[in-house]
């Protein structure tokens, strides 16, 4: 589910933000590599944060481009 980056913790903003200005649109799909070494390591705690970050990509995705940054 598509909800507002607002409302997700400041840190998992910022995580969001920083891949995609680093990674354009990609930054979804590096999140989920990341996502996949965790689960591989069985860190569902780490696994949770990530695909936190996962669903807030995908709600700065659905707001278009945001701060300036252009995919």
């Given at each position: 589910m ?13 995580a969001?933000?920083a ?6 649109p990609d930054a979804?799909?590096?999140a989920?590599?990341?996502a996949a070494?965790f689960?591989?390591l069985?860190d569902?705690?780490?696994l949770a ?6 669903a807030c ?13 252009l995919?």
């Open positions: 598509i909800d507002n980056p607002d409302n997700f913790p400041i840190d998992t903003r910022n969001a933000l891949l995609i200005r680093q990674y354009g979804q799909v590096i989920m590599l990341r070494e689960a591989a069985g569902v705690d780490g944060a990530w695909d936190d970050i996962i990509i995908e709600a700065y995705d659905s707001l278009g481009p945001v701060g300036g940054v995919h």
